[in-house]
């Protein structure tokens, strides 16, 4: 399989500029390169990085201190700039651990979105009643722990409009994500609150294509691309650490920009 981590390239600055401002672009650059240290060089050299090893330990730490600090200076009403049509990108880059060919879709019909955890109301959900919801609609820029990114729009139904349709316990830590091709992710409740945090069903106001995420994928504006899984089959809030499949094999798991 081809994994879509190379060394880490940290983000463009005057991108990041107009996001966060100079400085903490400066702060946000030497975190999210030491924070993507650890798995760079597990996948990159082979290096024993475990648990029982001092890098690995020394590295973890690291990784976990530049958690704290992202989550520090996250900014929950801080809106990521917003694009003109003009520059969406179509269709949108493919990426993920394996190649475009392999993807499996998903049957929308058949499909449903599960609810566990932190939830008053865990009746599954499906595709034609999340179409149902308020839908909002961004123009974001995508970007990627590789060092590219895109421009790409985005419409589907606000995570925190769906958390409070369903009853979730919104003062929670975290919202997990399970997904049809198995790679699990999660995040923090105030990114899961952003207002440009989305529960995605379209891109570029069509029906999202299967290579892309359908029927259901996360997308928000504030966390690297590896952040916002795909297929999403359930949801969880909940207030036990779950980190996901790139995070758990040493990749920095706040990653916010």
């Not at 081809?2 to 650059?29: K, M, N, W």
């Not at 993507?36 to 020394?58: H, K, N, P, Q, Y």
């Not at 999660?186 to 379209?202: C, E, G, V």
């Amino acid at each position: 399989m081809r994994s879509p981590f190379r060394p880490a390239i940290a983000p463009d600055p005057a991108i990041l500029d107009d996001h966060r401002g100079l400085i903490r672009t400066i702060e946000r650059r030497g975190i999210l390169r030491g924070g993507l240290s650890l798995g760079a060089l597990t996948m990159l050299t082979g290096c024993d990085v475990g648990e029982s090893s001092s890098i690995g330990r020394a590295l973890r730490a690291v990784s976990a201190f530049n958690d704290r600090v992202q989550e520090a200076i996250f900014d929950p009403n801080k809106l990521a700039p917003e694009y003109p049509d003009a520059m969406i990108l179509r269709p949108p880059r493919f990426n993920a651990y394996y190649e475009i060919e392999d993807v499996k879709p998903v049957d929308g019909d058949a499909w449903r979105l599960e609810l566990a955890g932190l939830v008053a109301d865990k009746r599954p959900w499906t595709r034609r009643q999340i179409a149902d919801l308020p839908e909002r609609e961004m123009t974001i820029r995508h970007i990627c722990v590789e060092g590219w990114d895109y421009i790409g729009q985005w419409s589907g139904v606000p995570l925190r409009t769906f958390l409070e349709r369903v009853g979730a316990d919104l003062t929670a830590k975290y919202v997990a994500f399970k997904t049809a091709d198995d790679y699990p992710s999660s995040i923090d409740m105030a990114t899961a609150l952003h207002p440009q945090t989305l529960l995605a069903t379209k891109y570029a106001r069509e029906t999202l294509p299967d290579p892309f995420g359908y029927p259901l994928r996360l997308r928000t504006a504030t966390k690297l691309g590896f952040k916002n899984p795909k297929w999403i089959t359930a949801i969880e809030v909940t207030n036990t650490y779950s980190g996901g499949y790139w995070e758990d094999r040493g990749f920095n798991w706040h990653s916010g920009i």
